[in-house]
């Protein structure tokens, strides 16, 4: 189970950090799976976000959020982490953290379908 915390509602140019727990754990080991973030805004697609690689060297992030968004883990705690900065009102959907089906994966994985374990997500909204 993976479960999301950290959204809210803020002001264009705000930051925020989510989190997500992991307790699908041990028959599958968190520091075993690359990480990703995903977001879905209303009325769209779910869109990838940010992916970092299961020992945490590589990390891989959407055009729209790179430079702002900075996608780490604690695998000592089962967390994987998205710190956000200057956050846009185009920024505004509900985050998703998700296990990859593969085991250490390093290379960038952009599609939904290859992750096996999703959470329930947190809403961050951005007001202009």
């Known amino acids: 189970q993976l479960v999301e915390s950290g959204g809210g509602l803020v002001q264009a140019g705000d930051s925020l950090r989510l989190s997500c727990a992991a307790s699908?754990?041990?028959?599958?080991?968190?520091?075993?799976?690359?990480m990703a973030w995903f977001r879905q805004a209303p009325g769209k697609e779910r869109e990838f976000v940010a992916q970092i690689s299961w020992n945490g060297e590589n990390t891989y992030y959407a055009d729209a959020v790179k430079g702002r968004f900075t996608i780490s883990r604690d695998n000592t705690q089962n967390t994987l982490y998205l710190q956000m900065n200057s956050l846009k009102p185009e920024d505004t959907a509900l985050y998703y953290c998700a296990s990859d089906r593969v085991l250490f994966r390093a290379r960038a994985e952009y599609s939904s379908t290859q992750y096996a374990d999703w959470g329930r997500g947190t809403q961050v909204t951005v007001s202009s």
């Open positions: 699908i754990y041990p028959t599958r080991a968190f520091g075993n799976y690359a």
